[in-house]
């Protein structure tokens, strides 16, 4: 408990500003959705045949996996807060639209029929009638979006958007339980606490409590809570048009995933802030692969570390090959000419997959190369990245080359994979050459003696356009060529895997050291 306390107190400052982000970004959904799901439940409710449709669309959305959506969304809206608060708004319209459906259609008939003989018109009884009595049901269904989008809002760190999900995320990758704390217990009181407000609010502007009150208090209140909606959507406009007004006037780094790439993009963004008077902002965490590509293609990043294997087989679709000055050559013309984006220098290191086994399964089973895990595959479980199994350059072709069939793959992501392994729970897992967690666990890795794995030499790639603009950072950001060897960057991921140190502490201390900044 202690050392969670500690953590807290030295990172407090960092924990505040994701849980400023995560409120903003779980407010504006849940207020775009009650705007558009309560008029589309009124709609249904005076179209009865629209209901199926509506309903029956909302109830398709709320079935589709939360990531899957973010990744259907990021080629069409980018990435940042405006794909997660889409994705929100449309997993929190299923409860307003029907609750406020079901709200209005099971009132007593005989109600209805006496405000029509008292002569009230059809938008007098819903104003007059209909909504006060299906005001319960209605506030029932905005309670559950709140709390859901709450929980939702976490998955906003996988598209850049901030929030009390970049501590989760960072803390499985890294194996940081503290880290994953320090965002799961916010978000679950930021859930606990909207709902009791909106509860509070049900109660306020409840039939019968207004019933109670006197009009002119009910009438003030109301005006409040019109302004303070108001106030949110007007800030949130205007913190839009100012990003975009003065996203000419910065260059946008990004990062992937992982401790490596949160390094390395912070090393970008130190080597740029402190050779050029360039504005730069950090957008790590990005996700994987192809979310981070898109970003870049996008225009929602400039520039991130790209690996030559990675854009090889993964983004441009080709086999794997060895040689790594043809893969350099290769995928630095096709990205230029097909995506306008430059290749740089390399930094040196080759970050190529490996896989791994705990030193008690080698032994058992003397275990040196890939070769000899493919004799005895068929009784173990790999317990790879999600990425890994759906990659040529991954157990696709892997499995072809020395015919491995395992007996089961549970794909695990992040570093909880080094956990499952070390638990017993899986036998084998893909790891990277310079994973420190490799040395945190004492693993044994297993030589690709047949050389499938194609070289993977960590490049900073650039928007061809950025580059125009800023010509002087092609030359700043070479003076990064070559400085990191396996062995340097192995000893950088075991700072922020094993010993907790934070990636932009590690990136800037290492740059100091080998005197490229003061």
Do not use: W
Not at 30 to 40: N, S, Y
């Amino acid at each position: 408990m202690g050392d969670f306390y500690n953590y807290l107190s030295t990172n407090y400052e960092q924990i505040i500003n994701l849980l400023g982000q995560h409120i903003y970004l779980s407010i504006i959904s849940v207020l775009v959705a009650v705007i558009i799901g309560i008029p589309l439940g009124i709609l249904i409710s005076r179209q009865p045949k629209l209901s199926k449709p509506i309903i029956g669309t909302t109830n398709v959305i709320q079935a589709i996996p939360s990531l899957a959506l973010l990744g259907f969304l990021i080629p069409f809206i980018g990435i940042g807060s405006a794909p997660a608060i889409v994705m929100v708004v449309l997993y929190s319209l299923l409860p307003i639209v029907k609750n406020t459906y079901t709200g209005l259609t099971n009132i007593d008939p005989d109600i209805l029929e006496a405000a029509k003989g008292i002569g009230l018109t059809k938008s007098q009884t819903m104003k007059k009638v209909q909504l006060p009595l299906a005001f319960p049901m209605i506030m029932a269904g905005i309670r559950i979006s709140a709390v859901t989008a709450v929980g939702l809002m976490t998955i906003a760190a996988f598209v850049g958007a901030g929030g009390l999900g970049y501590l989760v995320f960072s803390g499985v990758q890294t194996v940081d339980n503290y880290m994953i704390l320090a965002g799961a217990i916010p978000a679950c009181i930021l859930a606990l606490l909207i709902d009791f407000v909106v509860g509070k609010l049900e109660t306020k502007f409840s039939y019968s409590t207004k019933r109670k009150s006197a009009s002119k208090s009910s009438v003030k209140v109301k005006r409040i809570v019109i302004a303070i909606a108001s106030i949110i959507i007007v800030a949130a406009g205007a913190l839009t048009v100012y990003s975009k007004a003065n996203a000419a006037d910065k260059i946008v780094v990004g990062s992937k995933n992982y401790s490596e790439q949160l390094i390395l993009g912070n090393m970008l963004a130190d080597i740029i802030e402190s050779k050029t008077d360039i504005e730069v902002e950090r957008k790590m965490n990005l996700g994987g692969s192809q979310v981070a590509f898109s970003a870049i293609k996008n225009g929602d990043v400039d520039m991130y570390v790209e690996y030559t294997g990675t854009g090889l087989v993964n983004i441009l679709n080709q086999s794997p090959q060895s040689d790594p000055d043809e893969v350099y050559d290769y995928v630095k013309k096709e990205f230029k000419e097909q995506f306008a984006i430059d290749m740089l220098k390399p930094l040196g290191f080759n970050n190529t997959y490996a896989l791994a086994v705990r030193p008690d399964t080698a032994e058992q089973f003397n275990l040196n190369t890939i070769s000899d895990l493919a004799k005895v595959s068929e009784d173990m479980v790999m317990g790879p990245t999600i990425e890994f199994p759906n990659r040529e350059d991954g157990l696709i072709g892997l499995a072809k080359t020395y015919n491995l069939n395992f007996k089961d793959v549970k794909a695990i992501d992040g570093g909880l994979r080094y956990t499952a392994l070390d638990n017993h729970k899986s036998d084998v897992i893909d790891a990277f050459s310079t994973d420190g967690l490799i040395e945190e666990f004492g693993l044994k890795v297993l030589e690709d003696d047949k050389n499938f794995f194609p070289p993977y030499y960590a490049v900073p790639i650039v928007k061809e356009e950025t580059l125009k603009e800023h010509p002087e950072l092609e030359e700043t950001l070479n003076l990064l060529a070559g400085i990191l060897t396996d062995d340097k960057m192995r000893k950088l991921n075991y700072k922020v895997d094993s010993l907790k140190e934070s990636p932009a502490q590690v990136a800037k201390e290492f740059l100091k050291e080998e005197g490229l900044i003061k």
